[in-house]
């Protein structure tokens, strides 16, 4: 078995040998003595394919048959059944059951160019980017980033935003992120009475889709659900007040993951909100009618830059 660089998790020879006995009730790998040889190599490409090649050969060198497997799913364990059923199958067929046993030498002087040896041409399988792969680890990434917003706050907003998130095997990653935009102030008219608003956050939301692309450059999108806490103390009135509203909004997340060294990341993302309802604020006047102090935007949004760490 030969292995390329990045493909340490694949199949062992042992759990390959193991697997194809299982299926023929049979030993076909015997530790002394072995009629049939195979050959393995596994390569995973620069576009995140993983590619197997197998070469099955009886004991007198003999090519029994070629294959070439490919997939494009995220872990090399989903090329495992496959190898085994292939494997399987080429030593069970009956040029393989025929030619298990050394084949006596050939007369030199017969041994002439349609004798020879050919080239065999590997068959080419390619298996589905959704193939289960059975022992896919679960992944979680976190992230630290400085977020520029509007639509919540007056005017554009500085913030930071922290996210965890976790993807389990054969499921889409679930991410969960708290964020705080620092006070800023809206005032009635341009004069000296308003309100100081601050802003703080916690969301949830899941991403089922990520690009194929290489691995040092990553694309991917999310849906989810904001939940926050929007406060605004008053200023100069006869008697300054507080007060608190709860904000909910479903959100929408694009970004872009770049692999800077490891498992270290710069990550940029861009998220779109559209809350059930706008949060006003306002005061009461003198002739009994209230004065508008703010109200959020009918939409809001964020742009977020920060690094990402991403374990397994």
């Known amino acids: 078995m030969t292995r390329g660089p990045g493909t340490d998790d694949c199949i062992e020879k ?3 040998a193991r697997a194809v006995e299982a299926r023929l009730h049979r030993v076909v790998f015997a530790e002394q003595g072995t009629p049939l040889k195979i050959s393995l190599r596994l390569e995973h ?3 995140g394919a ?3 090649e197998l070469d099955l050969r009886n004991a007198s060198g003999e090519s029994l048959g070629q294959r070439r497997l490919t997939t494009s799913a995220p872990h090399c364990s989903a090329l495992d059944d496959s190898i085994a059923l292939v494997v399987a199958l080429l030593v069970d067929s009956p040029a393989a059951r025929e030619l298990s046993e050394p084949q006596p030498a050939a007369d030199a002087d017969a041994a002439g160019p349609e004798n020879q040896p050919k080239a065999a041409t590997p068959t080419v399988i390619e298996l589905p980017r959704s193939t289960l792969a059975a022992r896919e680890p679960w992944h979680a990434d976190g992230s630290l980033g400085a977020t520029l917003g509007g639509g919540v706050l007056p005017g554009v907003a500085l913030g930071v935003e922290a ?3 976790f993807k389990p095997a054969f499921m889409p990653e679930f991410r969960l992120f708290l964020g705080w935009d620092p006070a800023r ?3 009635i008219n341009g004069g000296a009475a308003g309100a100081r608003l601050d802003f703080g956050y916690v969301g949830l939301e899941v991403c089922p889709w990520q690009s194929m692309a290489p691995a040092p450059l990553r694309a991917f999108v999310c849906a989810g659900q904001v939940v926050g806490r929007l406060e605004a103390r008053a200023f ?3 008697r300054n007040q507080s007060a608190a509203l709860v904000r909910f909004a479903l959100a929408a997340r694009a970004g872009l993951s770049a692999r800077l060294y490891g498992s270290l990341a710069l990550r ?3 998220r779109a909100e559209v809350p059930l309802e706008q949060n006003v604020f306002t005061y009461g006047s003198t002739d009994d009618r209230d004065v508008g102090i703010y109200r959020t935007g009918r939409v809001a949004g964020a742009l977020e830059l920060g690094p ?3 374990w397994r």
Request: no cysteine; hydrophobic share 50%.
């Open 45 to 47: 490409g620069a576009n």
């Open 163 to 165: 996210a965890l998130g």
């Open 236 to 238: 100069g009135f006869d």
């Open 268 to 270: 940029l993302d861009a």
């Open 308 to 310: 990402a760490f991403s």
């Open 14 to 16: 042992e759990a390959l």
């Open 185 to 187: 102030d809206s005032t």
């Open 50 to 52: 993983w590619t197997a």
